[in-house]
């Protein structure tokens, strides 16, 4: 058995998927989370997936003490993969207090507490959020950090900024992810992204409408300087993700570092529109999605892609997994869960 890693927020989407991913490659995982945006059931999928359940505790990572005392129990931890956060935009901007407390607070007891029991090594799950509207495409790690455009992006900027200076200060050594737009489920078709309520995001918007739980999907404006009129994203499927925080972790482990606090893309490195998801989406399942065109909504940027060449090379990470493999796997996720076969 290799090193034991904490995984926060581990039974979420991209935390479970990298709890897995870490337990193929030999690592022993703790998960800790609250479970307010995720099922504890999601461990025996993990448990289907790998052949061993994580470790799980529940707690809220706000609580300096409950932090302490986890921290004070696993005292064997080679490094911590941060995922916990709340993450929905539109949220943060009507209910901004509850963005800062929980992403900030977390963030700053997971920091004491592994100054405190001597664990060094942190992976921080940041956001091409940060860029806004980058002035040139793809967008690289040096591209300026543009004021955020919401709440949550802010936790994004402040938590990079607090763990910069933590490991100027201290014994601590980082490296911040920024996703672009994370996508798809499991290829087991075993896990995959839960959202609670009506989902803000793009391709859950999509599955969820194919299956017949929404009835329309709303593309988003038509009048974008972008070639079909549509916004361009960089959509990343979430087992390349995974895969990422695997390498980032074992090159913290074996001071592999060019520095201690590293940033890294995590992109396919082209970007796509509303409407190529759309189509790529029917043209993997044969589904036809009901969708229409409305507003602009507010806070859009029209194109964001990444130059991923940094994290291609210094990682030795490739993301391997197209359009369609995204549309795919997903779409397996959407029917599970319709045909009650997760929970
Ligand atoms: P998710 O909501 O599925 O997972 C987050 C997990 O953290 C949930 O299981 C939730 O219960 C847990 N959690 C939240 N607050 C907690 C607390 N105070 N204590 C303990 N557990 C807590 O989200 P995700 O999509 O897996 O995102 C993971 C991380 O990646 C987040 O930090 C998010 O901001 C970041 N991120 C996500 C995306 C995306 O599109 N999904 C894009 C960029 C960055
Ligand atoms: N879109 C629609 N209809 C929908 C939902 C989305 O047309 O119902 C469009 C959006 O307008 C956008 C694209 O699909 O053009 C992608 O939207 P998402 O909400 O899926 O993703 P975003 O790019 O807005 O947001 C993602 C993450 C955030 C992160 C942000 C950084 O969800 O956490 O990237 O840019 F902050």
Redo the contacts with the bound molecule.
């Keep these: 058995m290799k090193n034991k890693i904490l995984v926060?927020?581990g039974?979420?989407?991209?935390?479970s998927h990298t709890a897995a991913e870490l337990q193929k490659h030999g690592y022993s995982v703790v998960i800790?989370?609250?479970?307010?945006?995720?099922k504890k059931e999601i461990l025996l999928q993990i448990e289907k997936i790998t052949g061993k359940k994580p470790e799980f505790e529940l707690?809220?990572?706000?609580s300096p003490e409950d932090t302490q005392k986890l921290f004070e129990k696993h005292n064997d931890l080679s490094g911590v993969i941060h995922?916990?956060?709340?993450?929905a935009v539109g949220e943060s901007v009507e209910f901004p207090l509850k963005y800062y407390h929980?992403n900030l607070f977390?963030l700053v007891n997971i920091l004491q507490a592994m100054e405190k029991y001597n664990v060094a090594n942190i992976v921080f799950?940041?956001?091409?959020?940060v860029y806004g509207e980058p002035d040139s495409l793809p967008v690289d790690e040096n591209a300026p950090v543009k004021p955020a455009m919401s709440p949550y992006g802010n936790t994004?900027q402040v938590s990079e900024e607090i763990i910069s200076d933590s490991v100027g200060a201290g014994s601590l050594k980082s490296i911040s992810l920024r996703?672009f737009?994370?996508v798809g489920a499991h290829s087991s078709g075993l896990i995959g992204?839960?959202p609670l309520g009506v989902p803000n995001?793009l391709v859950p918007f999509i599955t969820q409408t194919a299956i017949g739980k929404r009835d329309v999907l709303k593309v988003f404006g038509k009048d974008y300087p972008t070639p079909d009129g549509t916004c361009i994203r960089d959509y990343i499927h979430v087992e390349d993700l995974a895969e990422a925080h695997v390498i980032a972790i074992e090159r913290m482990i074996k001071c592999n570092q060019k520095n201690d606090f590293e940033v890294f893309n995590l992109g396919t490195g082209s970007g796509n529109s509303v409407l190529e998801v759309i189509n790529a989406f029917e043209e993997v399942t044969e589904v036809k999605l009901n969708y229409r065109f409305a507003e602009r909504r507010p806070g859009d940027v029209p194109e964001v892609w990444a130059d991923t060449k940094f994290a291609n090379g210094e990682l030795g990470w490739v993301a391997k997994k197209n359009l369609a493999d995204m549309m795919k796997t997903a779409w397996k996720w959407e029917q599970n869960l319709a045909e009650k076969k997760i929970f």
Excluded: R, V
Excluded at 59 to 62: A, E, N, Q
């Design positions: 926060t927020g039974t979420g989407y991209i935390g800790a989370d609250n479970l307010c945006n995720s707690i809220d990572l706000t995922f916990a956060a709340f993450k929980n977390s799950s940041s956001s091409c959020t994004k996703y737009n994370p992204e839960l995001n």
